[in-house]
């Protein structure tokens, strides 16, 4: 074989190697999700069934077969349609899940989300678990979609927080997305983000930022609450690469913006709500926090009704 037809060869070798190893990490990813997901499903159950179903093992016989739906009673964006079909075949991989529609799409009062078979007792004992994950992530994303269509037509984003459920966050943050919003950082552990206690342990923000750019690979970015302008200036000048308006007013956030420049993103964040997002994205940050849209979306309204035999 000649040198090119040798180097050719290799170079195929390595791409289907390369490939191999991408799927091969991208199935872990979603192993890694799932195993989380069933975490929060199987602590769910054990928490509601516990030693087991009174009413279910009193009143319903063993092995009857039954067929259920789930109904939405208002308006909404779904989202968990998967996490609802886990809850059930996780208590038994036998029972058929029919969805209806698909996470994202708008439903209409009176829509049949999905059609479950399986055994009575079973769709009985999944239900409460089932209709609270769903109810809850179809209210993040529908409160979710609110924010985003306010905002329409100018830059900015609208980004979650870690104002979220305990042990929910992985879940909630995805019905932001579904409802066309944007993750911030997930926790503690994938973004530094400078707040007031941060500036006040270190003995000042100028030293809070030089700390963590010392501390973290160059490939992350460093973020900085601040609550004037004053703060904001200081902080462009410590080389911070995203720099939080936290509950300034819209004047102040044009000063600031128009401070910032081109040097740094504007993230806005603070008691915003729907009456003030529009206002503020106007200020042309590029960002907005919205705690809301996890920590007081309202679960929507969805039942389960068994079919009669």
Not at 43 to 56: M, Q, S, V
Not at 226 to 252: F, K, P, R, S
Request: proline share 1%.
């Amino acid at each position: 074989m000649s040198g090119a037809g040798l180097a050719l060869s290799t170079g195929l070798a390595v791409a289907a190697l390369l490939n191999l190893w991408y799927k091969w990490a991208v199935q872990c990813v979603k192993e890694h999700l799932l195993t989380g997901i069933d975490r929060i499903i199987e602590n769910a159950l054990a928490e509601d069934i516990h030693t087991g179903d009174i009413t279910t093992l009193a009143v319903v016989r063993r092995c009857r077969a039954a067929c259920a739906i789930l109904k939405a009673k208002e308006e909404m964006i779904l989202a968990g349609i998967d996490v609802a079909a886990r809850v059930f075949h996780l208590l038994d991989e036998g029972v058929v899940f029919t969805p209806g529609f698909t996470d994202g799409d708008r439903l209409a009062t009176g829509d049949i989300i999905a059609r479950i078979t399986g055994d009575a007792a079973i769709l009985l004992q999944g239900e409460r678990v089932a209709l609270n994950l769903l109810q809850r992530m179809c209210g993040i994303a529908t409160v979710t979609a609110r924010y985003v269509e306010a905002v329409r037509g100018t830059k900015a984003r609208v980004v979650d927080t870690r104002k979220t459920t305990p042990g929910l966050r992985v879940l909630e943050k995805y019905a932001v997305r579904v409802g066309g919003g944007t993750n911030h950082r997930t926790g503690l552990y994938d973004g530094v983000l400078i707040k007031e206690n941060h500036i006040t342990a270190a003995g000042g923000l100028t030293e809070a930022v030089r700390r963590a750019k010392c501390y973290i690979p160059h490939t992350m970015k460093v973020e900085v609450e601040t609550e004037t302008l004053a703060q904001v200036t200081e902080a462009l000048a410590a080389g911070a690469d995203i720099i939080m308006l936290d509950n300034m007013t819209t004047a102040t956030m044009r000063e600031a913006v128009a401070l910032i420049g081109e040097r740094a993103l504007v993230e806005a964040s603070g008691g915003v709500n729907l009456d003030s997002i529009r206002g503020i994205a106007e200020t042309g940050v590029d960002i907005i926090s919205v705690g809301a849209l996890t920590h007081s979306a309202r679960a929507m309204d969805i039942s389960m009704l068994m079919e009669g035999s």
